[in-house]
């Protein structure tokens, strides 16, 4: 039976012991949904353990003499994927706007007897994108994997952000996803095999405090990865793979501040190990931790005032971001 709430003059449904009350018709959708509730839950055990078998099964494919461009790899999880392709012996170019901290990378890769190229690149300018592109092939040849890894975070609430900063935000952490894709993809279409990877972010399936620019732009990674698998996809290019990193917040000092009242934050050298692991698997979405493809989505499924009870009394999502520190000007990010 439906009732209106006076005060709050929205519909209730009056459940008792399972059934509607007075409602045949009602009764019979009550059942139904408990049915099909049922049937979900049962195909997402399903579709988990094929994942988790699928993934486990893969074959692997080495990354020894692929050219490897890393966008912001001269720190965080940038460098900890230099490092570790170049260990691997990939054909590793770096990009990233800070020279100091390019010929720190640099040098500590040469003391382990491992070459890399540098490239002083700051991938919001769409020119030096595309000029710096074609003398990395000149240099190395055409890259077999793109791994768009810069992004930046301001930390602030939205009326405290400063206009440049979210434009800033926006041009490193999406729409330089263009300008690299559109100087690389070309090639890979030629040779018809490529992967590129997509470094996006949990705050791009959940949205987050003090995060309205960063949030919104790994939302747009997710959309800009989607939308070019199905480009792909439609025209036949199979060979290209394209994978999603979806990270929880990584100890990089981009999050300082911030203070996750449930899961600890990631560290920048198990994420790329990660994302080296599913590069060679050719995974297409990857969460970390893994646990969370199959929980964020059921934010679509309940209730919007669950879902902020949820966020805020459960996970106390805002309260651990409360002291994220706003955004300053770092060596490399």
């Not at 710096?132 to 602030?156: E, H, M, R, S, T």
């Not at 705050?203 to 997710?222: I, N, P, Q």
Request: hydrophobic content about 40%; some cysteine; charged content about 25%.
């Amino acid at each position: 039976m439906f009732h209106t709430d006076a005060a709050l003059r929205t519909p209730l449904i009056v459940f008792s012991t399972g059934k509607i009350h007075g409602d045949p018709a009602a009764s019979t959708l009550s059942r139904w949904i408990q049915k099909a509730g049922l049937d979900i839950v049962v195909r997402m055990k399903e579709f988990a353990i094929l994942s988790i078998l699928s993934v486990r099964c893969a074959k692997r494919r080495a990354c020894g003499g692929r050219v490897v461009l890393v966008t912001g790899g001269a720190g965080g999880v940038g460098q900890e994927l230099v490092l570790r392709l170049a260990r691997e012996d990939a054909k590793v170019a770096v990009w990233d706007v800070n020279e100091k901290a390019l010929e720190k990378v640099k040098l500590k890769m040469e003391n382990e007897g491992h070459k890399i190229y540098t490239y002083p690149v700051d991938v919001t300018d769409r020119n030096m994108v595309y000029k710096y592109a074609d003398i990395v092939k000149a240099d190395l040849g055409p890259v077999d994997v793109l791994i768009n890894n810069a992004g930046i975070v301001c930390g602030q609430t939205l009326l405290d952000i400063p206009d440049y900063m979210i434009e800033k935000t926006y041009k490193v952490n999406i729409l330089s996803h263009y300008w690299t894709t559109k100087a690389f993809l070309p090639d890979m279409l030629k040779k018809e095999q490529g992967h590129i990877v997509t470094v996006g972010s949990l705050t791009g399936l959940l949205g987050t405090y003090r995060c309205t620019d960063y949030s919104a732009t790994k939302h747009a990674t997710v959309g800009f990865h989607e939308s070019l698998l199905v480009e792909l996809k439609t025209h036949g290019h199979d060979k290209i793979n394209l994978t999603l990193i979806c990270p929880y917040f990584i100890n990089t000092g981009m999050f300082d501040g911030c203070k996750p009242k449930n899961i600890d934050m990631l560290e920048p050298r198990d994420v790329a190990k990660r994302i080296v692991t599913a590069i060679k698997r050719e995974e297409v979405f990857v969460t970390l931790p893994g646990i969370m493809r199959y929980i964020l989505p059921l934010k679509n499924y309940i209730p919007a005032k669950l879902g902020w009870a949820v966020m805020y009394r459960l996970i106390q999502g805002p309260q651990s971001m409360m002291g994220l520190r706003a955004f300053r000007e770092v060596e490399a990010a």
